[in-house]
């Protein structure tokens, strides 16, 4: 039977996290909040949960759910090559409603469905969730819902179409959110638009068109550090350094000769 857990208060919040957390841990299905709409989610690295996922929301393996982690420093445990622009994305957007899919880790042990060696993550902008994700670790989350109806905005909406297949919902309130994640292919050189949503195309070309200008500057700056420690100290000179030669200092005379010349016979 579905236990559900009014998060709104502290006694309610303490009580749905701990049992939100041992039914992750057991492989089970929960339905909590983030700052767009309600999802529900199980362990990324538990194949069986995450297909139960899929299985409530009558949906296949070609269609696999995003991760969600609770910090940036998880990005680097679950994807390889992530590109520069990706970052400067993430330290702009996140915690936000911006998906990134990068190329995954080939030794991790998960199966989220079909995903071609890539992986959708997304650190969500909701206190609830963040604090169940600090205690489980990564989750395969997608929107609370049947595939092909509306996203559920409450628990209520969620139980109405997923009931008995979830374990523990978290009911935060209404989601605040008005427009699903944007979602960015990163796996190349370039971020490509799959789905536009709370975060516009064009805060993401401001976002990485000023972080070109910081590299930028970077760039310039390290370029004049390098200059000014391979000229060295003012006056002298480095090994192998152009310009003019000094000029030879001029001998020493001793006894009213040249040091070092022999005295003409007399």
Known sequence: MSEVFDCTTPEGLAAGLEAAAQAVRDGKIVVLPTDTVYGIGADAFNADAV????????????????????????????????????????????????????????????????????????????????????????MAVTSANVTGSPAARTVAEAQGQLGAAVSVYLDAGPATGTAASTILDCTTSFAVTLREGAVARSDIDAALEEAARVAEAERLAEEKRAAAQ????????????????PTPATPARRGGRVAGQRRRPS
């Open 51 to 138: 297909s139960a996922v899929l299985a409530a929301k009558g949906r296949g393996r070609e269609m696999p759910p995003p991760v969600l982690v609770p910090n940036l420093r998880t990005v680097d445990g679950l994807a390889r090559e992530v590109p520069d622009y990706v970052r400067a994305l993430l330290a702009a957007f996140w915690p936000g409603a911006l998906t990134v899919v990068v190329k995954s880790q080939p030794s991790l042990s998960w199966d989220l469905g079909e995903t071609n060696g890539t992986v959708a993550i997304r650190m969500p902008d909701n206190g609830v969730t963040l604090r169940l994700l600090d205690e489980v670790g990564p």
């Open 230 to 245: 391979a000229r060295g100290p003012r006056g002298t000179r480095k090994l192998g350094q152009s310009g003019p030669r």
